[in-house]
């Protein structure tokens, strides 16, 4: 195996590039876009993160309730929520401030890949909600 550098040659490498790419022209490190120091952003690799598919796992799951609710028990007006309902009320309600972070960390970001991104979350949910306002559940 090779030696590892440490910490301090690391450090002193960056500091140097930093010094030499920023500090000699004109610009500033802080207005560097980011294209420059991160990899572009796609749809595929947006899909990847957390607060993108999560969203729509939770109305996956969401509806999965309903529809194995209704497989099992057909649609009955019960007095009392059961646990079905308690469910799809947490995934559908937990969904919000994930899609909230979301719109708000990547929209600014990188609006052209990020709406299609919240139309699916919008449109999963959608999904989920039809059956239930529809059967009036």
């Known amino acids: 195996m090779g030696a590892r550098p440490n910490a301090y040659v690391l450090g002193a490498a960056v500091a140097f590039c ?5 500090r000699s022209s004109a610009v500033a ?15 595929a690799r947006m899909m990847k993160q957390p607060s993108a598919f999560l969203p729509v796992a939770m109305s996956l799951g969401a509806l999965a309730t309903v529809l194995i609710h209704l497989v099992k028990f057909g649609v009955t007006h019960e007095p009392d929520e059961g646990a079905a309902a308690h469910i799809w ?5 937990a969904q919000v401030p994930i899609i909230a972070f979301f719109a708000i960390k990547w929209l600014p970001r990188a609006p052209r890949e990020a709406l299609p991104v919240l139309a699916l979350q919008v449109g999963a949910a959608l999904a989920a909600l039809a ?4 059967l009036k559940l």
Request: charged residues 15%; proline residues 10%.
């Open 18 to 22: 930093r010094k030499v790419l920023y």
């Open 29 to 43: 490190a802080w207005q560097v876009p980011e294209s420059v120091w991160r990899f572009p952003v796609t749809l």
């Open 89 to 93: 009320q947490l995934l559908m309600g």
């Open 131 to 134: 059956p239930v306002f529809l």
